[in-house]
């Protein structure tokens, strides 16, 4: 599976942004997608992920917030970010991982695959 992030920028406190992940690869639909950042100094966090039955799952931190969904006709994963933070500052990856819908959690799963990572910067 094949990974490229786009749609980071900066924004200030309370903006929104919408990240892209296009995929590609033979099998991808049936896998668990998601999304991890990684802010300078600090561990990598799982924010969101979605099945292949399209059952979401989000961190804490996160949640009602950031929204993830898949198109699969354009082969890409989203994610809706509202109401950013500035703690929202990170690097974010978008993960791709074959476990089964009852492990796609955000903050459990290790996703096999990732992107190159696009960077988000929210300013107060």
């Known amino acids: 599976v094949h990974l490229v992030e786009s749609g980071g920028g900066s924004v200030q406190a309370g903006g929104s942004l919408r990240l892209s992940c296009l995929v590609s690869?033979?099998?991808?639909?049936?896998?668990?997608m998601g999304w991890v950042r990684q802010a300078p100094g600090k561990e990598r966090e799982g924010v969101a992920a979605?099945?292949?039955?399209?059952?979401?799952s989000y961190a804490a931190s996160v949640k009602g917030r950031f929204t993830v969904s898949q198109d699969n006709a354009k082969n890409t994963l989203y994610l809706q970010l509202n109401n950013l933070k500035p703690e929202d500052t990170a690097t974010y990856y978008c993960?791709?991982?074959?476990?089964?819908?009852?492990?796609?959690?955000?903050?459990?799963?290790?996703?096999?695959?990732w992107g190159h990572g696009t960077q988000v910067t929210v300013s107060s």
């Open positions: 993960g791709a991982d074959p476990t089964p819908a009852w492990g796609c959690q955000a903050t459990t799963v290790n996703f096999q695959s």
């Open positions: 690869g033979d099998t991808y639909m049936s896998y668990c």
């Open positions: 979605i099945s292949s039955d399209d059952k979401t």
